[in-house]
């Protein structure tokens, strides 16, 4: 008696699970432009006042970007050189949580160069403060060459930082650099950072190439 239903049951449970895989398939894709809008929305505020004063973004691509403009992963204020600003408040960079890089001083190359200017960056010396930095975890690349910025307090929770340049900034102790394991690279030219200072730094961290 029981024989023939059982054909019969299993053809149920397949069409659902099934319906299930289904349905799933469709609420996935826009969950995940939900969640981009979302980002999208929280990144505004950053991304119009770097637009406003000139600086630059790059988006991350992927599947959903012909729609919307995908995270951002890259910021720079490179070609400010002619903009004067006191006081920047880089608070409002704290909303771009999927930024790699970013670039506040002017320009260091990733290969050393011996041709620097020497004409100091208005906008990068209106920069004293990092704080709103230490909540962009997933930074690799961080240039605060020729700030005001002297506490690098909370650079210590940039994990991933990679590569840093305080080229001409006013810093003088590297003390937090040390909780930077995966420091490759650090620039300190015309700082006046101490021998000392350097010493513990390497020792702490002894596979990071300090640029004088």
Same mark, same amino acid.
């Given at each position: 008696?029981?024989?023939?239903?059982?054909?019969?049951?299993?053809?149920?449970?397949?069409?659902?699970?099934? #319906? #299930? *895989?289904?349905?799933?398939?469709?609420?996935?894709?826009?969950?995940?432009?939900?969640?981009?809008?979302?980002? !999208?929305?929280?990144?505004?505020?950053?991304?119009?006042? *770097?637009?406003?004063?000139?600086?630059?973004?790059?988006?991350?691509?992927?599947?959903?970007?012909?729609?919307?403009?995908?995270?951002?992963? /890259?910021?720079?204020?490179?070609?400010? !050189?002619?903009?004067?600003?006191?006081?920047?408040? #880089?608070? *409002?960079?704290?909303?771009?949580?999927?930024?790699?890089?970013?670039?506040?001083?002017?320009?260091?190359?990733?290969?050393?160069?011996?041709?620097?200017?020497?004409?100091?960056?208005?906008?990068? /010396?209106?920069?004293?403060? !990092?704080?709103? *930095? !230490?909540?962009?975890? /997933?930074?690799?690349?961080?240039?605060?060459?020729?700030?005001?910025?002297?506490?690098?307090?909370? #650079?210590?929770?940039?994990e991933e930082l990679e590569w840093l340049s305080l080229d001409y900034s006013h810093v003088t102790d590297l003390t937090p650099l040390t909780e930077l394991k995966n420091l490759e690279v650090l620039y300190l030219r015309g700082t006046q950072v101490s021998d000392e200072q350097v010493r513990m730094l390497q020792k702490a961290l002894p596979?990071?190439?300090?640029? /004088?």
């Amino acid at each position: 008696m029981t024989s023939p239903e059982t054909p019969r049951r299993r053809w149920y449970q397949f069409r659902l699970r099934t #319906l #299930l *895989i289904g349905v799933t398939l469709v609420v996935i894709p826009f969950a995940l432009l939900g969640r981009r809008l979302e980002q !999208a929305r929280s990144e505004k505020a950053a991304t119009s006042w *770097i637009s406003s004063v000139g600086g630059k973004v790059e988006y991350e691509s992927d599947w959903l970007h012909p729609w919307i403009s995908g995270p951002v992963r /890259r910021v720079d204020f490179f070609e400010l !050189a002619d903009m004067s600003v006191s006081g920047v408040d #880089l608070t *409002i960079l704290a909303d771009l949580q999927y930024v790699e890089e970013l670039y506040v001083g002017r320009e260091v190359p990733p290969v050393l160069s011996t041709t620097l200017s020497s004409t100091s960056h208005p906008l990068s /010396r209106g920069v004293r403060d !990092a704080s709103s *930095i !230490a909540e962009m975890k /997933r930074l690799t690349r961080l240039s605060l060459a020729d700030t005001l910025v002297t506490d690098l307090r909370p #650079l210590a929770e940039l994990e991933e930082l990679e590569w840093l340049s305080l080229d001409y900034s006013h810093v003088t102790d590297l003390t937090p650099l040390t909780e930077l394991k995966n420091l490759e690279v650090l620039y300190l030219r015309g700082t006046q950072v101490s021998d000392e200072q350097v010493r513990m730094l390497q020792k702490a961290l002894p596979d990071c190439e300090i640029v /004088r």
